[in-house]
């Protein structure tokens, strides 16, 4: 028995002297000279070293990790050393990164900025159905009667032949009847445009125009030997509201010979 635990602890002795090297307080594995800044020194072509593998729960609870003590997480596939200056473990996985902490508290909400520029505007859409008609509205108030209308326009029946008359003082040179019925009571006005000539030097004549013998428009005196145009213009009168006598008449004085008129339009309103 005895040679049998001597035999085991040389052979023992041997191997391990032949695959580890402790020199200059160091250790190397793999090397008979470690390197001098290397507390182990482990040398291989065809293997790597395995530190202990932990999950997240399990490297989390480790007490009082040492500054730098190094695990690797086999939940997140990482290796995974302690600072304590952070109280916490840092992924070398996310180099230079820490683990992402809680999210922050919502900030204040910020001032609101400056409008933009509007944009163009859209094109305009398809016209939409036409509603429903609505509600006929209430009649509104009668408005103020508006004025009448032209009345009558008459061309007397001699015209373009010339009236004459040869003696002194007023003479009808024609006649006919209106029905006045139709314009209304108050606001009448007539018109009347021709022409008219004297016979010879020294003779003076006018025209007049009478509703029921009763002049209502007397022209200027005229002395021309040739014809010449007249108007008389608006000339308000009194509705006599009926059938009623209109007469034309000239009148000469001086050394007679021929007053001559001729009536283009009589209007009635």
């Not at 990790?65 to 952070?86: E, H, K, M, Q, W």
């Not at 001032?111 to 429903?132: D, E, K």
């Not at 010449?228 to 000339?235: E, T």
Request: charged fraction near 10%; include cysteine.
């Amino acid at each position: 028995m005895k040679k049998f635990i001597l035999i085991s602890t040389v052979f023992l002795t041997s191997t391990v002297a032949h695959k580890l090297t402790a020199q200059n307080n160091n250790v190397g594995i793999g090397t008979l000279t470690p390197n001098p800044s290397a507390v182990l020194d482990l040398t291989a072509t065809d293997k790597g070293i395995l530190v202990p593998r932990l999950t997240s729960v399990q490297r989390v609870a480790i007490t009082n990790p040492a500054n730098g003590l190094l695990v690797y997480d086999t939940d997140s596939s990482c290796f995974f050393y302690y600072r304590i200056v952070l109280s916490s473990w840092v992924s070398l996985c996310t180099t230079g990164i820490g683990q992402t902490g809680a999210t922050g508290a919502t900030g204040a909400t910020g001032a609101t900025g400056a409008t933009g520029t509007t944009g163009v505007t859209g094109i305009t859409g398809a016209t939409g159905v036409t509603g429903a008609t609505g509600a006929t509205g209430s009649t509104g108030a009668t408005g103020a009667t508006g004025s009448a209308g032209s009345g009558h326009t008459i061309s007397l029946s001699w015209s373009p032949s010339w009236a004459n008359q040869s003696n002194t003082g007023w003479q009808g040179v024609g006649a006919f009847w209106v029905n006045f019925s139709d314009l209304p009571l108050s606001g009448n006005e007539m018109r009347y445009t021709g022409e008219c000539q004297t016979g010879g030097s020294g003779v003076t004549g006018q025209i007049r125009v009478l509703i029921n013998g009763n002049p209502i428009w007397t022209s200027a005196s005229f002395t021309n030997a040739t014809y010449s145009s007249f108007d008389s213009g608006l000339v308000s009168f009194i509705n006599p509201a009926g059938l009623s006598l209109v007469e034309i008449q000239l009148e000469g004085t001086g050394a007679v010979s021929t007053v001559s008129a001729r009536f283009n339009t009589i209007t009635f309103k």
